[in-house]
């Protein structure tokens, strides 16, 4: 590395992502087959399936990063989607979904 650009490393994000959102395995496919991040999902993921139907899933993602000031920085397109929510008779017209940040 020359000096000031840090050293680049290889790095691991793993996301739990609850059951409201979901990501595309064909999709991120497509975009590490043009450079993008690897993407690797913990099972096959339903793309149909409403929220109240499907559980969390665990996502990989392996990306370039470059420390510096002993700080990890790295750039990670993760395209996601929300699920299909229950009908909802109380009132209230939107559903709360959480993105948490990445485990590791």
Known sequence: AC???GKAVR???????????FVDEYEVDELARFGGNIVRLHHTIDLE?????????????EA???IRDGAAMAHVDLPIH??????????????????YPPLA
């Open 49 to 61: 399936k409403p929220s109240y139907e499907s559980t969390q899933n665990l996502v990989l993602i």
């Open 82 to 99: 929300f699920r299909y929510q229950a009908p909802r008779n109380d009132g209230h017209a939107f559903a709360r979904v959480l993105i």
């Open 3 to 5: 000096p000031g650009q």
């Open 64 to 66: 370039s990063a470059v």
């Open 11 to 21: 790095v691991l994000l793993v996301e739990a992502l609850d059951e409201g959102i």
